[in-house]
Every structure is written in structure tokens, then in C-alpha cells.
């Protein structure tokens, strides 16, 4: 039998005479190829292993070409929004700078749980020292807070706080440039998003989206004024060319409030008036409540589209705007109505607007003030309602957003610079930047002597102490000293009396708390006093609480607890507790055994036999 043989007279594996016209993958045309190897099947390291099988796939496979550029649109689709469309580009090179960006981001954010967990994390230096492009670290960042809800708590933590940082560094750059522009070219509505952006850095406000919302209300209020008087100029003029006539601009003033408080039914907040909510622009927008200021800054910005020249009013307590009712520039207060935003557009005289706060004013009060003096009023409300709050890590945040931004438009404040090495000295945080403000507190006002040097010297004293860190305790349950401790670092807990649930972070034998907070909490009325084991939680509404053992109970249906520092301790959530992370671990080394212990007896006992 003669040998089967190829196209050269060689034989073939399979015993078959191949035809010598057959077509090769490699023959077909380059469109058809890039078209197969956009398959999305396909991941990266199957297009790098094809490119090295030939040259011709290699060329296919070039960096500039298409099935590159799928890759990187495949893997990372929001970085899309910074690439012109069909821009060429070496997605390739991007493709590689991303992925080591991608890397490094997550080996900091490893590191910092290390680093950070005794103490808060006040600055990210680190990260921008990585000298890497800003929207691939943040997209990094959001790829780690949108895996898996239940996973990784821990890196999420971390990972946003990082992006907290990031975002609120790019909005300070942004309002420095907004501040240095021309007092005539500053607006008032650019002015407070940048506030707004800056105290909600994870949320999605825009001056865009805003001024989309605010075209909207705009058109509603054209559509009023249509029926009104189809023949207004405000319905045919370039948006903000202002109107000279006094009763075309009433009619766009009362056309304005129609729309605004009966239509759309926007109001003055009363009811929670120190709710930071009502001075965030998108937030007042979305709930329709505000304060005068957010309210006023809104009825201003939609006149001013409509040809009504309005101006702020910093009247004490309360802030209003004026309209002019005079045709030549004229500063008799007399000679100006008021607008109060926050009541519905009720138009007032000057003098009734010392009735509204109950006292009189000089003529100063009635001025206009400037889009920086605007910013300043808004920020100092924040400012306000920060020192107001709790003592709660929310409100401690607040403060220190509020006072980065007015010491950015003010920077030379004494008052707030001392409240800022005040609040970072009293949280035990960023030691190097109290020593920084205090020196310039010196410099405008030496007259401070004592308050900075107080604060000076026991900052050097923190800086020592850091430097020589305390080794943390290490707690473990077969102590004899902690035998009477029934529950463990995870559990998911209710407390009996409160109704709260929450989740165990920590622990002690006994009460370590100062006699004060017993007396003040009553610890002596429970049966066991201070004398039974103290536990640390994070409880669903936010706070951190320190509970006796007496008081709490295992929750008898697990949820999840919505608490801002839970990854700070926990590493996942397992349906029924919470994983310690390697840092609580550490400090609690028997806990987890004990923790998976009560979990499988509790709620295999809770749960019926299906059987």
C-alpha cells in the first residue's frame, strides 16, 4: 500500500493529501482577523499568546489597532469618557500603563490597613507620589468598590478614603482657579457646586448635570410666561441678556415664583434647618428644601437666564437678594426690593426686613456682597452645623471639610486656622500640618502665643510618642482573666434594653471606662455593675458604643451593619458574622475559632429540621 503524502510529496499525519490551494487562518484579510480576535471570549493573555505565534498575527495585533483597543475598552469601560472617538491611540502602551497602574493602587491600599489601623488616616500622600494618571488610579479605586458587596471590606475601606482624598485635591485645585478668576466672571452656582463637590466627593454632582436641571425649571418658567405674555422678550433673547423694562422683568419674577413654589413646590426647610443636606445644591435640587442661601443662589442664577438682574444680601440671619427699581445704579436701600428665597419669593421693603429678624440693621446690611463673600456665608453655615453635631465621626468630617474650604477662599482666618490645629490635635491626627498652621497663626497674630504654644508642645509630644509606638495588647480567651468574656470580635448582636443591633470590634474583662462615664451611664444599676466584660460596637445608626455583656445578646436573624467603619475590622461579611480582618485577628488570635463556634451552635439550633 503506497504511504499517504503531502502537498510536497511528504506524508501526512491524518493519512490525507492535503489540497495545496487550502486557506490558512493567517490567509484570510486583516478586517475578518481583527473582527475574530475581538471575540469577547477572548481576554488579554489569549491576544498576547496569538501575537506570538506569527508575524502576520503579530501585525494584526499591532498596539494602534482595533483589537487592542478592545481590549482596553472590554476590560475598563468608564476610562472610555477620556478618548476623543476613533482618536488614534496606542491602546497597547495604555493597556499595560493601566494594568501596572492597577497593581500598584492595590499593593498601597494592602499596605495601609497595616499602617493605619491604631490611628485615623488623615492624608494619601503616597498615592500621588506614584506619579500615576489620576483617572486610572481612580478607576482602580472604583473597580475595588464595586467587586463583590460582601468581600474585601477591608481594601473598600481603604480604597475610599483614598478616593475621598483624591477627588477632594482635584476640587480645591479647581476652586483656587475659580477664585483667582475676575470677580464679573464668577458664579454663584459654579461657586457653591465646588462646595457641594467638595463636602460629597464620592457623589456624581457636576455643573453640568446641575445646569441641566436648572435649564429645565427654566423652560417651565418660559412656558408660564408664554401664557402670560406671548410677546416677552425673555422667551426670544440669548440665554442672560438682561431686560431694562420694570414690569417685563415682574412678570418674569412672579412667572419665576409660580414655577418655582406652587408648580414644583420647592420650600424653606424649617423643620431640620441645620440639615448640612439643605445647603448641597444637587441635594436641594433633588429634596426641593433649602435654606435661604441654597434657595437664593438658585432664584438668582434662574432670574439671571430669564434677564432679571438680581444681587445677594448678607442680612444677618437670614439671606435675601435685591432687585433694583431704580433704571441708574443707585445704593439708597430704599430704592431696591428684597426677595426672600427662602419664603417663597415674598418680595419685602427694607424696613420690612428688620421685621422678619426682629431687630434693626445699619444700611451696610443691604449691600451687595461678592460670589467669594457668598461662598464665604455658605461654607461658615457648614461650618456651624459641624460644631453643632455630635461628636460623631460624621460630624467631625463636616468640620474638617468646611474648615478646608473656607481656609482655601479665606486662608488667612486666625480664628479658623486655630479651630483647624484644634480639631486635628484633639483627633490625633496629621501632627506635621498642627505644626504648620500653628507657625502661621504665629506669623498673623502673635498675640496667640499662649494657645499656640500650648498646642505646639503637645504636638512635639505626639510626634515623639509616634515614633516609639506602643505594641497593641493582645487579648487571648484562654487568659484565666477573660474566661467570664461569653462573646467574641464578629457576632452580630441586639442589645436588650437599646433595640440597637450591631457588631463586636473589641472587648474587655472588665469596664476600663473613667468613673465619670459609669456614673453618667448608670453602670451600677446593672446587676454586674463594671465588674463583667465591656464590649466595643459598631451599631447600625453609625455610633460606636461600648455595651455591657448583660445588655446583649446574639441577634437571632444576622444582618448586615451599615456602619462607615466596619472594613476597618472586618474583612467579609458571612451571612451570619463578620470576618476579622489580619489587624483584629492580631489583636483577638483565638476569637475567630470562637466566633464560627457560636455561630454554628446558635443558629443550627435556631434553625428547624427540614428533614
Known sequence: MATPVDGEGRPSLNGTIPDPQTKKLTDLPTELLEHILCF???????????????????????????????????????????????????????????????????????????????????????????????????????????????????????????????????ILKSLKNFLEQPTEQQSALEGAVLVDQYCNPLADVTLDSISAQL?????????????????????????????????????????????????????????????????????????????????????????????????????????LLRWCQKPTGTEDIYDFVYIDAFGKGKQLTAK?????????????????????????????????????????????????????????????NVQYLLLQARLYFHLGIWPEKVLDILQHIQALDPSQHGAVGYLVQHTLEHIQHKKHPVTPEVKRRSAPEHLEVQYSVGLIMKHKRSGYNCVIYGWDPKCTMSPEWISTMRVHQLSNGANQPFYNVLVQDGTCRYAAQENLEPHSAPLEIGHPEVGRYFSEFADTYYVANEELQTRYPEDMDETLCTVREFYHRLTPNLD
Open 40 to 170: 469577547p471570549v477572548l481576554k488579554h493573555v489569549d491576544i498576547c499568546n496569538v501575537s506570538c505565534c506569527c508575524k502576520r498575527l503579530h501585525d494584526v495585533c499591532h498596539g494602534r489597532g482595533k483589537v487592542w483597543g478592545h481590549q482596553y475598552k472590554l476590560r475598563w469601560p468608564r476610562l472610555q469618557r477620556f478618548y476623543r472617538q476613533n482618536e488614534s491611540c496606542d491602546w497597547l502602551r495604555e493597556y499595560k500603563t493601566r494594568h501596572r497602574v492597577g497593581i500598584q493602587i492595590r499593593r498601597t491600599v494592602e499596605s495601609i490597613s497595616k499602617r493605619f489601623f491604631t490611628e485615623v488616616v488623615n492624608s494619601f500622600a503616597e498615592i500621588e507620589s506614584l506619579g500615576m494618571p489620576e483617572h486610572f488610579c481612580e478607576d482602580e479605586l472604583l473597580f475595588i468598590l464595586n467587586s463583590d458587596k460582601r468581600k474585601s471590606l477591608t481594601l473598600k475601606y481603604y480604597a475610599k478614603k483614598i478616593l475621598y482624598f483624591l477627588r477632594q485635591q482635584n
Open 215 to 319: 435649564d429645565e425649571i427654566t423652560e417651565k418658567v418660559k412656558k408660564m410666561l408664554r401664557i402670560k405674555n406671548p410677546s416677552h422678550p425673555s422667551l426670544r433673547i440669548a440665554q442672560g441678556q438682561l431686560s431694562k423694562d420694570f414690569e417685563l422683568q415682574r412678570q418674569v419674577i412672579c412667572a419665576l415664583n409660580s414655577v418655582l413654589y406652587e408648580q414644583l413646590q420647592y420650600k424653606g426647610n424649617e423643620c431640620d434647618y441645620y440639615n448640612p443636606l439643605n445647603s448641597y445644591i444637587h441635594q436641594v435640587l433633588l429634596r426641593r428644601t433649602g435654606i435661604p442661601i441654597s434657595l437664593s443662589v438658585l432664584y438668582m442664577t434662574l432670574a439671571q437666564r430669564l434677564g432679571v438682574q438680581l444681587e445677594p444680601v448678607n442680612f444677618p440671619n437670614h439671606f
Open 352 to 412: 420690612e426686613c428688620e421685621y422678619l429678624i426682629g431687630h434693626q440693621v445699619t444700611a451696610d446690611y443691604y449691600s451687595a456682597i461678592s460670589t467669594t463673600e457668598v461662598l464665604l456665608r455658605m461654607v461658615g453655615n457648614l461650618l456651624n452645623i459641624g460644631k453643632r453635631g455630635e461628636g460623631n465621626e460624621k460630624s467631625y468630617q463636616l468640620l474638617r471639610d468646611s474648615l478646608d474650604l473656607y481656609l482655601t477662599i479665606n486662608p488667612d
